[in-house]
């Protein structure tokens, strides 16, 4: 099985609207496990007035669950981020340099609100990248800013961010009109990293194995391995290295499945 990574989701318990109690932490590291996942970077909420619980309670969660994975002897990676809705409070934290990067990157994944403007997105891009973080956009298929508009993608792109779609978002869970955009969005090549961005694990599982299939036969293995594994692996060592938005020549060929 090859391996994956889950660069995106919420499976830390009591600390944002993600997993409730220790057992649906639990159960959803079995499912990411059983899935081919072996590396996972948990990203709690912060949000102002929202999800504001502090990184020590986090870090003491993920102390947990870092023990069940022992006490369970898997063969998997954890790491500790948070998902950053872009606001007051983080931009204090930017500002102070304290945003918990993914990894040993400097990458930190950044929300915006359904009602955020395009100017504004392209603001915390700016300001995050001059403040040497490199801005990974959350689940950007979802933004209304953004939606229907590729050069508004690509310029994102061009002012250096690297951008982020749910697993779910591409098998259509999230209704049809988002699963347009978002296969149009992987067609372009505009995507650098697919997560589950799971919350529990009946009402938002993941789903990382079914959108791998699904990649895999839309767009191949290379173009379905660098947005699931290689990207994502990159971001977690090292901002250096060249993060590819998943173009290869057989993305061409195939744009007539997606
Ligand atoms: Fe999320």
Same mark, same amino acid.
């Given at each position: 099985m090859?391996k ?18 220790t ?28 999800f504001?619980?502090?990184d ?14 022992a006490?369970? /002897?898997?063969?998997?990676?954890l790491? %500790?981020s948070?998902e950053?809705?872009?606001? &007051? @409070?983080?931009? =204090?934290? #930017? ?10 990157g400097?990458?930190?994944?950044l929300?915006?609100s359904?009602?955020h ?8 891009i700016?300001?995050?990248?001059t ?5 990974l ?9 953004l939606?229907?508009?590729l ?17 779910? /978002? ?5 209704? %049809?009109?988002?699963a347009k955009?978002?296969? &149009? @969005?992987?067609k =372009?090549? #505009? ?12 009402d ?17 293995d ?16 090292t ?11 057989q ?8």
């Amino acid at each position: 099985m090859t391996k994956l990574v889950d660069l995106h989701c919420h499976i830390l318990p009591y600390v944002d609207d993600g997993a409730l109690r220790t057992e649906e932490s639990e159960q959803l590291l079995d499912m990411l496990y059983l899935q081919g996942v072996r590396v996972i970077c948990a990203t709690p909420h912060l949000r102002e007035k929202m999800f504001e619980t502090p990184d020590e309670e986090i870090r003491a969660q993920f102390d947990e669950l870092q023990a069940y994975a022992a006490r369970r /002897s898997y063969a998997v990676r954890l790491f %500790l981020s948070r998902e950053y809705h872009c606001d &007051r @409070l983080t931009r =204090e934290r #930017m500002e102070q340099g304290s945003l918990l990067r993914m990894g040993a990157g400097n990458t930190v994944l950044l929300e915006f609100s359904q009602r955020h403007d395009y100017d504004y997105i392209l603001s915390w891009i700016d300001d995050a990248r001059t403040r040497g973080y490199q801005p990974l956009v959350a689940h950007v298929e979802r933004y209304p800013a953004l939606e229907g508009d590729l050069d508004k993608v690509s310029a994102l792109i061009q002012k250096g961010a690297k951008l982020q779609m749910n697993a779910g /978002s591409i098998l259509g869970h999230e209704g %049809l009109r988002q699963a347009k955009w978002s296969r &149009r @969005l992987l067609k =372009e090549s #505009m995507i650098h990293v697919v997560a589950s961005d799971c919350h529990d694990p009946v009402d938002r599982p993941p789903e990382l194995d079914a959108c791998q299939r699904y990649l895999r036969k839309k767009i191949g293995d290379a173009c379905a391995d660098a947005l699931m594994r290689d990207n994502p692996m990159r971001i977690l060592s090292t901002i250096d290295k060249e993060i590819i938005p998943h173009a290869d020549n057989q993305v061409e060929a195939r744009e007539e499945a997606l």
